[in-house]
């Protein structure tokens, strides 16, 4: 007597639990970074990444852009970024915004000022014009635009501010005998006791909010912080900045990146630089310092923060798709750092891709990648002024 309504009560719950499972799949958010695995094999003289689907990004329809204005913060990661527009715009003979060795080094055009015309850069060829700045100088919008063509995407980059804080500590070897950890404890606690005077004056140290300075924050703002101004200056570099890199998602940003840009897979491709393999008792200091510096650099964190967070909102705009080219450049990455650092096999294949036509990189390519600044340097007046620089 009760097989009846057994069976209806199953049948409603089957309906009910049919129409549930609709509407979460029609709700469901397909952009939920989640991980793409790809397949690849190798054999004994080449190794293959092929993904094949019915989407194609390339060959894209839209031109390259090929002005660019990067730049280069110090202790960022900027020289692995600088590299992949320099072997761009050799390989293209685009001409280079120099130095006219006006400061130290001539890879420097300055580390107080922006670009002065007839002062400290190097008038471009007859019958040429600028297309790439991306050696170090501090950003002055008015400044860039009086020297590159309207069309320029401008590219910055910045990093988390103590891993930058600690590198800049190690590079320019503020301690002698390997004591970082006990100048940067040392350093921290004197600006807590006393207004340090390298305050007054962020164009004479590299200590002192470097990332906002070479942003050209209002200097005021480095004595006298206030957060409605701070937001209001970053709302006018959210504006003029088509992507600003994230240290710490390299390879994120370089696929957004050649997505802004219209290039080519291979174009983007790059091996570290700078990268500092040593040991250093840096790796010892603890939150307590991490806290100190966080007050003093108030500025470069806001920086920071801002633009890790519209990374990944750039990032997201794109759909699921971006995700899995981030997998594939990963992977991609990740067999070319091998390739490079071994001779067993003459050539690495990259077979055709959703994202890329086949391409073949050699081992000269590697030797292309690794090159120093003041390599590409010479090589760009060699090619634009036929002559070297003297440093």
Known sequence: MMVAP???????????????LCLMTANYDYHTLLPNYWKYRNTNQIAV???????????????????????????????????????YGLKRNLTFVVANNKSTYPNVISIEE??????????????RRYEILCFHVVYNRSAFEGIMPNDTKYI????????????????????????????????????????????????????NNRMAFEFNFPLHLFDSFSLHEVKQYLQKLDEEFDLVIINEYMEESVVLLRRMLNWDVQDVLFVNLNVNQGSSDLNKVGLKEVRLYRKYAALDYELYNFFLKRLWKQINSYGHDILEEISYYKLLRKNLESF??????????????????????????????????????????KQQYSKKTVY
């Open 6 to 20: 057994v069976t209806k009560i199953c049948i409603c719950f089957g309906i009910f639990l049919t129409l549930f």
């Open 49 to 87: 990444l092929n993904k094949v689907s019915n989407y194609r990004y390339f060959p894209t329809k839209q031109t390259p852009s090929q002005h660019i204005a990067f730049l280069k913060v110090h202790k960022t990661g900027s020289t692995t970024a600088q590299g992949i527009f320099l072997r």
């Open 114 to 127: 922006s670009v002065i015309p007839g002062y400290n850069i190097v008038p471009p060829p007859k019958g």
């Open 156 to 207: 910055g980059i910045v990093r988390e501010p103590f891993q930058q804080f600690k590198s800049i500590i190690r590079y320019f070897d503020y301690a002698k005998h390997n004591k970082y950890a006990q100048f940067l404890r040392q350093f921290l606690q004197n600006i807590t006791l006393s207004k340090n005077k390298e305050n007054h004056n962020p164009a004479t140290t590299v200590l």
């Open 340 to 381: 490079c650092n071994s001779k067993e096999t003459p050539i690495l294949i990259v077979e055709e891709s959703n994202w890329s036509s086949s391409f073949q990189v050699t081992h000269e390519d590697c030797d292309f990648m690794r090159q120093g600044e003041f390599w590409y340097l010479n090589e760009i007046m």
